[in-house]
């Protein structure tokens, strides 16, 4: 017995000093290559990867590969079309298919493919704008036509970003489950999806193009805050970072930041008050805001540099257009410094007269309406309470209001200013904001704008044989030295901002060359996911 | 006067003195809760800015009394609507024993939900909004009162002396107004002021949650609910200080209704 006493604790010293030994031999070999990439930015799609109903419109589709992909300067770069060509009546395009491409399944994927995601895209109406598709068509194997109603220079767009799904007559083909059970010929396939927790997927074996850096990818749909908690127990690789919360993550993780054109800007209801409403019964106008002196007004007393510090923490630059920067955009419609003087002029002169309390009035009608924003949005409820406390020395009183989304569309949209954000790597944006066939149609021109000499640039940009001519036209819209939607034309908004995309990493991941990034922080990063590398042993 | 007494009449006149000064303070406000001072954002307390400030430069002790005063008037208003629904109702079970028994149903069907989810409820499906709480916080607070009234209501038509009176043919308007009333008023006046404190609480809660008042005004609910999101970088002072206002609100209510509970207890 005493010798058994002795020898146990000894015996669980040397397990001990054993397995601390096998420890530190594990944590001196040299690692392996990283496999797994846990990444935490959100942008969870509520209705599956289906690209028929609006994934991967931005950021890349992950499961699925699209025809065409865009370079930064963007100029279109070959994917699943190696060949791809634009008829002169600019009604037609041919594109060539690679004939080695594979679904996940082992499948080949051919123009008949090609052909059903168009068309079905089409039919469904989803966010994919395919409105200007008459039909799409498999002309061989590997070669598929798609034929437009009308020239549209902005089509190009969704062949950059539809995502090609198989065709439903295939035995693997699209169904309505597809959405979560995706099949594609992307670099990824799904291995789960548990919804509202995380996605996992793992390299596609069939995939044609490079090898991706990572064998499997673990998406987190995390809360801010236990994102937050995640990345300082260092449980993340990558994780979006909100403007508030920026001082919060570890120094030790790199700062990335995505410029992009996710702007935030108030948009005007254009029209006055008529008593008339839209077609799902919300009323239209507002008399204030119908007056384009209000806007000027608005548009130069506005301090955006503030309001960039103020909302957005710093993480964000002035905006003066939907799409600053892009090239269908003007590059110096910029404003001055905000000018309350100039600003107050514009309203004396318009007739807007102070009362007694400080507030305008023009013809009995005081300058007073409400500035409307999604409920949950912090950074929307900042910028609409810090403009309104802008405006007030202007005599302006612009009513800063919660709603939640289905009371903005359903009272709000068309009567009150409303605190939007767009931003998109197309300029089919441009075209839906502000043509007038366009008013009132759900989120799009829902200030009801209109003028003539604007819808003709904007169509003859849709009509134009080059990507270049098209640009010029699109910066004609917003000003043509007379008239156009921008500041200086009929101010149809006052864009605020548009904001920095943070992101907090591992120092050892080299995510390569950032683009600009459209709307929605978050899965925009993704769309250079194949340059992504591990730079740690 | 014993020491029990003078401490509750001094802590009741300390309870009332700081109500009052809230109240006068945050009636001189003025702009002052809405003021952003964009180049003092996210301060923490000092001599400028008691409270510190929030994160668009607001200064969080005008906030903070701006928002006891909200929920002060949110709170009363609930308060009264409560108080008078509970005497609805306890008069409606005078009726007869049906209407009785209908009362007591509603009574208990209305305490065997949680309180919380029924304020929900109710005041989702109202749309959120100020008119939203206080309707909310009516509805749902006033079938212990109405229980309590109900039974003295009761206890007063047996009663021998309100009998007598009956028998010496006193009309029904007297026997209401020299019996009734009297015993019943104290009643109301307590319990509207005990049903205070759960009013305003209640408030807070619901616009903490998001279905109570707009985030544009600064109710105590609200600055808590965006205090939450500074609290993991560290900036305390825009919950505490909200939040201890609150609490502050609360026990100052509370002690005045007690007060007033025991001064009628003991008549």
Known sequence: MPTALRTKPRLRSVSILAGLSVLCLLSASPATAKETLTLAIGGEPEQGFDPLIGWGQYGHPLFQSTLLTQGEDFSPRAALATDWSLSDDRRTWQLTLRDDVRFADG?????????????AAAEAGGRADLSALKHAEAVNEHRVSLTLHAPRITFIDQLYSLGIVPAANRDNGYDEGYGRKPLGSGPYRLVEWQEGEQLIVERNPYFTGPTPPFERLVFLFTGEDTTLRAAQAGEVDIA??????????????????MQSIDNRGILFPTVPDRGESASNGAPIGNDVTADPAIRYAINRALDRDTLVEVALNGHGRAAFGP??????????????????????????????????????EKDGQPARFRLSYPSGDITRQWLAEASAEMLRPLGIDMQPTRRPWRELRREAMHKDAVLFGWGSRSPQEVYTLFHSRHAGDGYFNSGFYA???????????????SVEQANRHWRNAQWDGDTGYGARGDAAWAWLVNLDHVYAADACLDVGELGIAPHGHGWPITANLLDWRWTCP | ?????????????????????????????????????????????????????????????????????????????????????????????????????L????????????????????????????????IAVALSHWPSLARVLRAELLHLRQAPYVQISQALGKSRGFIVRHHWIPQVLPHCLVGALLLFPHAVLHEAALSFLGVGLSAEQPAIGVLLGESMRHVSGGDWWLGVFPGAGLLLMVLCIQRLGETLRRAWAAR
């Open chain 1, 107 to 119: 499948t080949p994927l051919t123009a008949e493919d090609v052909a059903y995601t168009f068309n």
């Open chain 1, 323 to 360: 799409a600053d920067g892009l090239p269908w955009s003007r590059p110096n419609e910029t404003l001055d410094a905000p000018d309350l003087e100039r600003a107050a002029a514009i309203l004396d002169d318009a007739g807007w007269q102070r009362s007694n309390d400080g507030l305008r």
């Open chain 2, 103 to 134: 009362v007591s149903l509603v009574i208990d069907t209305l305490l065997s939900v949680p309180h919380l989810l029924l304020l929900l409820m109710i005041a989702f499906a109202l749309g959120g909004g100020t008119h939203a709480v206080i």
């Open chain 1, 451 to 465: 003028n003539d000499t604007v819808d003709n640039h904007l169509d003859a940009a849709q009509a134009a044989a």
């Open chain 2, 1 to 101: 006067m014993s020491q029990p007494r003078l401490s509750a009449l001094l802590s009741t006149a300390l309870a009332g003195l700081l109500l009052a000064s809230a109240l006068i303070a945050a009636a001189g406000l003025g702009d002052t809760p809405r003021q952003m001072h964009f180049d003092a954002r996210l301060t923490p307390p000092n001599l400028d800015f008691w409270f510190g400030t929030d994160a668009l430069g607001r200064d969080v002790a005008a906030r903070t009394l701006a928002g006891l005063t909200l929920s002060f008037w949110v709170g009363s208003l609930a308060a009264l609507f409560g108080t008078l629904i509970a005497l609805g109702m306890a008069l409606t079970a005078m009726l007869g024993p049906r209407w009785d028994a």
């Open chain 1, 240 to 257: 979006s970072v909100p403007p508030a919360l920026d001082d919060a993550y570890p120094e030790t993780m790199q700062r990335l930041v």
